[in-house]
């Protein structure tokens, strides 16, 4: 009896111990890495990008917290406005050049001032995606970015969409050039020169 008094006592604690580790499964799950939302933020060093009226800026004063500003607006006139600066030309300028124009300008009222600009949101440059996908309209123009990437902003394609029949509307010398972009064929490897670097003004149309 008593072997079998045991043998019943260890398959009472299997069981018990069994549906525990299912909870614990799905913590692990829920850590799993999730992608991240495409951000629309340039760094303080990127040096290819600039800024442009209606973008969004953060600038950042080391130690002078009275001088910082952010979510400052770009003018239509292409400026912004700083305490002891006044208006400032943005417009034109990478984040790493208006830092410099800055840190110049408040030389003549602190020693050494360590000035950093980040563009907060990129309203100045466009593209635009229209037809059969689930969120058209006007997506900030992130740099490099290509035909792929904006499709990936503008959500799922739907099931009308042409997606061998997908192109990219560009004005150039006045007159419009139609890049052809054939969405299967470029997400196998085929025909990468298709997935062209967008511009400003750009319009992809999925049929």
Do not use: C
Not at 9 to 22: H, N, Y
Not at 89 to 101: D, T
Not at 110 to 123: E, G, H, K
């Amino acid at each position: 009896m008593r072997p079998a008094a045991f043998t019943l006592l260890g398959l009472l604690l299997a069981a018990s111990w069994l549906p525990a580790q299912e909870p614990k499964s799905e913590a692990q799950a829920s850590t799993a890495p999730k992608s991240a939302p495409a951000s629309s933020t340039i760094p303080a060093n990127d040096t290819s990008y600039k800024i442009g009226p209606q973008d969004v800026l953060r600038v950042d004063v080391w130690k002078e917290p009275e001088i910082a500003r952010n979510g400052l607006p770009v003018r239509p006139d292409g400026k912004i406005s700083l305490p002891l600066l006044n208006d400032v030309q943005a417009a034109g300028l990478s984040p790493l050049e208006l830092s410099n124009v800055i840190s110049e300008g408040l030389k003549k009222y602190m020693n050494n001032p360590q000035v950093t600009v980040t563009v907060l949101d990129i309203n100045s440059r466009r593209v635009y995606v229209m037809g059969e996908v689930s969120r058209p309209g006007a997506f900030a123009l992130l740099p490099n970015m290509t035909v792929l990437q904006a499709l990936g902003s503008a959500g799922a394609f739907t099931q009308f969409a042409r997606t061998k029949g997908i192109y990219v509307l560009r004005t150039e010398g006045g007159k419009q050039v139609k890049y052809p972009f054939n969405y299967k064929d470029v997400i196998k490897g085929n025909h990468p020169e298709q997935n062209i670097e967008l511009r400003s003004g750009d319009t992809i149309v999925v049929p």
